[in-house]
Every structure is written in C-alpha cells, then in structure tokens.
C-alpha cells in the first residue's frame, strides 16, 4: 500500500471515530434561488445589451440617411446663388 494511501486510510478511520459513521457529516447544500436570480439577471443584461446593439445598427442608418439629405439640400442651395453672384 502506498504511503498516501495509508494517510488516506488513516484520515478516513481517524474522521469515522470522531464524529460517527462518516454519512452524519452535513454537505454544504446549493443555493439554488440564489444561482437562478443570477442566471435571470445575466439574461436581462444580455437582452439589454442586444437592445442597445439593434438600436445603435439602426440610429446610424437613420443618422446617414438625414445626414445626406441636409449635406445634399445645402449645396444644391449654395450652387445657385454663388452662381448669382
């Protein structure tokens, strides 16, 4: 037998005089409200940050199309009367 396992044995025999047959020790047990409230606000941060993401794709595309229209109405309004002069 191999010194770790006989450290092990020993561990083991030493837990179970201690204490009572080792099925008495009480786990830590999960929290599981806790776990689901983190999984729900991780979804909800994602959802936002998808939300922001479309709404940024989609302001741009609104922003160029104005953006265009002003820059093109400004020089056609400027051609005429620097052709005036």
């Known amino acids: 037998m191999s010194p770790v396992a006989c450290y092990l044995l020993l561990f083991i025999v030493a837990l179970h005089s201690a204490s009572g047959p080792i099925r008495d020790i009480v786990l830590a047990k999960p929290n599981y409200s806790f776990e689901k409230r983190q999984r729900d606000l991780e979804k909800k941060r994602k959802q936002e940050e998808k939300r922001l993401r479309k709404l940024a794709e989609k302001k741009p595309a609104d922003d160029g199309s104005a953006g265009l229209s002003s820059e ?7 051609d005429p009367a620097g052709a005036g002069h």
């Open 72 to 78: 093109e109405s400004a020089p056609s309004d400027a």
